[in-house]
């Protein structure tokens, strides 16, 4: 028996096919693409693999095209997948804001899902309030951390692979949106045993004299090495690694130093044998800020979100000053 073709519906450039399609099938299609597997999305979407698997085979049947291949623990995006989640993620996020766009946000609620992308300064810092204030308020709202390049944080907002950008100031386009989230004030830290107490800091002289770890995630390179060079002066360094706290651990039993942001700096020291010192070159504070992508602007949910987390940025700074 020749297969029936249904009606085509418009997903952007490229046509799904089935008049009756249900939209949480491309919830389905979003989870799996984001989650990498059937496993990641059941969880996320709280339903049983064999539901995910059967909503899979409806996507196949419609698209007429094995969407995602398995490659070891993952499912790897075919082309035409890569081609169209933009638009399906477009879709999905146009019909939520537009449910949210009327009515209250309620919280306690919401089952809903944030993507953050956020260096480790700030999981340490930022994220333990975040989700004590999500488990107190809205205890079903979901948060997951990427490790996302620099490089791809407009592309990664725009296709809706994330939700929220927690950085420094970078260069980006119209398309983005950002809020001030306030600073990191760098220091020196250096294991406990080279230091007395009562020291506070070294002389620029011994600093740029003296061995040191750098953390540069995925950049490759520390921005303090920039403002050196501008001085015409420069530090030797003998270790780059991609976290604080693997730096840290080295630091506490050598003789490097390691310069990082002092909020950070003053926690670890007191889970390690370190020192906090001032920094004894003039250094900015790293002003740090919030992105999100503009067509985000009137959903509602994200608005909430996004308001939760300047709110607590506040009370931080608040707190900071007194």
């Known amino acids: 028996m020749p297969r029936r073709t249904p009606s085509p519906i418009q997903i952007g450039s490229c046509y799904a096919f089935d008049p009756r399609l249900d939209l949480n099938l491309f919830r389905v299609f979003d989870a799996i693409y984001s989650h990498g597997g059937i496993s990641g999305a059941a969880r996320a979407l709280h339903l049983t693999q064999p539901a995910i698997s059967h909503a899979l085979r409806r996507l196949r049947e419609v698209f007429n095209d094995p969407l995602f291949q398995r490659s070891g623990n993952r499912m790897v995006p075919t082309d035409l997948t890569r081609t169209v989640i933009a638009d399906i993620r477009g879709h999905l996020q146009g019909l939520f804001g537009s449910i949210h766009?009327?009515?209250?946000?309620?919280?306690?609620?919401?089952?809903?899902?944030?993507?953050?992308?956020?260096?480790?300064?700030?999981?340490?810092?930022?994220?333990?309030?975040?989700?004590?204030?999500l488990h107190q308020i809205a205890p079903?709202?979901?948060?997951?951390?990427?490790?996302?390049?620099?490089?791809?944080?407009?592309?990664?907002?725009?296709?809706?692979?994330?939700?929220?950008?927690?950085?420094?100031?970078?260069?980006?386009?119209?398309?983005?949106?950002?809020?001030?989230?306030?600073?990191?004030?760098?220091?020196?830290?250096?294991a406990e045993q080279r230091f007395p107490e009562q020291q506070a800091r070294i002389s620029s002289k011994d600093y740029l004299r003296a061995r040191h770890a750098v953390v540069t995630h995925l950049e490759g390179h520390d921005p303090i090495d920039s403002i050196l060079a501008e001085s015409g002066a420069s530090r030797h360094v003998v270790l780059r690694c991609a976290h604080y706290l693997s730096a840290c651990r080295v630091v506490a039993q050598s003789d490097l130093l390691l310069t990082m942001p002092r909020r950070y700096a003053e926690e670890l020291a007191t889970l390690m044998p370190l020192r906090v010192l001032d920094m004894p070159i003039p250094i900015a504070p790293v002003q740090v800020y919030l992105y999100w992508h503009r067509v985000r602007d009137d959903d509602r949910v994200h608005r909430w979100m996004r308001e939760e987390m300047i709110a607590l940025s506040e009370k931080g700074s608040a707190r900071a000053k007194s």
Not at 101 to 118: C, D, H, N, S, V
Not at 162 to 183: E, K, W, Y
Request: charged fraction near 25%; proline fraction near 5%; charge should be negative.
């Open 101 to 133: 766009a009327t009515g209250e946000i309620i919280p306690a609620e919401l089952q809903t899902e944030f993507r953050l992308a956020m260096p480790d300064v700030a999981e340490a810092t930022a994220l333990p309030n975040l989700m004590r204030r």
């Open 140 to 190: 079903d709202v979901r948060v997951v951390c990427r490790e996302v390049a620099r490089e791809n944080f407009e592309r990664e907002l725009a296709k809706g692979s994330l939700d929220f950008v927690f950085d420094r100031r970078f260069a980006a386009s119209p398309q983005l949106q950002c809020v001030h989230m306030g600073q990191q004030e760098m220091a020196i830290v250096a």
